[in-house]
């Protein structure tokens, strides 16, 4: 990539120009041939997906003032042919129309730029390697987002026969009030969000968004032919499971997950050749439907107070060290600081949108407008030498929405985009931590365990044999 095709601003040009060249940038490989906006529509595909991502990257109070602010900085990046509609409702609709072809183009092209621009960082260990984790984001308190989102206890009560009113006079009991106050909460519109994150350069992947109750294993198993073949793919032990790991296996991929308590794993079973640290997933249910077992290899590595137990498919020491096992895995961390990035720094914890589909757009152009700015400026410090975990989101997204706020101004010597993108870098000195001991809403999990590890029986090295050593049937001609 030539200095030109980063030159992401000039002291001379005002700022507008430079977020235009910038997006400009972005959407060079996107392919958008197959959309096709109506004749007197005064939208054009590129000066749509223009102002959706300046619309997320702007930091005003309401999401119609986003909206106002980047529909400015468009028409004076003078790229439409004709000055678009002004109501901001207008725009949703047509975000609702065209969000899901948009998407894909954008994201075809995102993944383009991070495996050439990117390339030296998009291998781990020998590995592309992959992290997966959910979380929830809080919603507006509406009809609309409660339908949709709530868990499906919540949503399906509505239909039911409403609760008997409690008689006056009598109170409450502390506990009962606590209670009910728990589960308004678990009960409240919440939007679950399941990120398949690329480790070598911190940005996202690919996602899936569903109600608060959503299963992540099944999001996982959405996305799985998103991933490059031969990837690696690792998680915490909350997306443990025989058929999802089954489909990572057999689609050509690799799995590097963490496995507790809630997990039951053999030992010399001979379905393959023995050696140390070999173990086999195979639930008896599995067996009894006379399904192979998933063949593993342990990895045990010393925690902060418990070991922690590692597993990957990965059977080849030599292609897979058990230290480089361990490293990718506390790599997996970074998928945690995504979420504080997108949820914390971005402003992003709670949507704002009222109604469900707004809230969809809102997340999806949410992800794809930090995902677009981190990649640029990420492609912009690496000419520098700057490595990903070195980059300040909060001082990236000053970066950014300074020239937003002031498209019309030309920036003084020192205050160009590529200078202020230049400047969003973590500082050297190592902070102390100030988290408090006693914070009264710190949360403390369930302790993960320690899987069950057993001998196979002679009946199950019996089964195993016979599964391993049945035929394999096909069709002749």
Request: proline residues 4%; charged residues 25%.
């Amino acid at each position: 990539m030539s200095h030109q095709d980063t030159d992401v601003s000039t002291v001379s040009a005002p700022y507008h120009q430079a977020l235009k060249q910038a997006l400009e940038w972005l959407l060079a490989s996107a392919s958008l041939s197959n959309v096709a906006f109506r004749e007197d529509c005064s939208w054009t595909p590129k000066g749509l997906i223009f102002t959706a991502i300046l619309w997320v990257w702007s930091d005003e109070k309401t999401l119609t003032d986003r909206f106002f602010l980047a529909r400015k900085v468009v028409v004076a990046m003078a790229i439409l042919a004709r000055i678009p509609a002004t109501s901001y409702q207008a725009f949703l609709k047509m975000l609702r129309t065209w969000t899901v072809t948009l998407t894909i183009a954008l994201v075809v092209a995102f993944r383009q730029r991070m495996q050439t621009d990117l390339a030296d960082r998009f291998k781990v260990c020998g590995f592309q390697v992959f992290g997966v984790d959910g979380s929830r984001l809080e919603l507006p308190r509406t009809k609309s987002n409660e339908a949709r989102f709530s868990p499906a206890k919540a949503r399906g009560r509505s239909k039911s026969k409403p609760r008997r009113k409690r008689r006056r006079g009598r109170a409450r009991s502390r506990a009962s009030q606590a209670r009910r106050t728990r589960e308004k909460k678990s009960n409240s519109p919440q939007m679950w969000l399941t990120v398949m994150f690329h480790v070598g350069t911190g940005l996202p992947w690919d996602w899936r968004i569903g109600p608060s109750d959503s299963s992540e294993r099944d999001h996982l198993r959405q996305m799985i032919d998103a991933l490059p073949a031969g990837a690696l793919v690792t998680a915490d032990a909350g997306f443990v499971g025989y058929e999802y790991w089954k489909s990572l296996i057999e689609s050509g991929r690799h799995l590097l997950i963490r496995v507790g308590a809630n997990v039951r794993l053999l030992k010399n079973l001979g379905y393959v050749k023995e050696k140390n640290g070999l173990v086999y997933l195979w639930p008896d249910r599995e067996a009894a439907r006379n399904q192979p077992p998933l063949v593993l290899r342990l990895v045990v590595a010393q925690g902060g107070k418990h070991p922690v137990y590692l597993v990957t498919s990965v059977l080849d020491e030599a292609t897979l060290s058990d230290k480089q096992v361990v490293e990718i895995y506390a790599l997996r961390w970074g998928v945690e600081l995504f979420y504080r990035h997108f949820k914390q720094t971005f402003e992003r914890r709670k949507l704002r949108s009222d109604s469900a589909d707004n809230a969809e757009l809102e997340a999806t152009w949410s992800l794809l407008g930090l995902w677009a700015m981190s990649l640029h400026a990420q492609v912009e410090l690496a000419r520098k030498g700057v490595p990903a975990r070195r980059i300040s989101v909060a001082k990236m997204l000053r970066a950014y929405r300074t020239p937003l706020r002031q498209y019309k101004s030309h920036p003084d010597a020192g205050e160009s985009l590529r200078d202020l993108v230049s400047k969003a870098v973590i500082d050297p000195y190592k902070r102390a931590n100030k988290s408090s001991r006693e914070y009264p809403r710190k949360k403390h999990g369930h302790a993960i365990g320690t899987p069950e590890i057993l001998n196979a029986t002679k009946d199950q090295i019996n089964a195993a044999r016979k599964i391993r050593d049945q035929p394999t049937l096909g069709l002749t001609a």
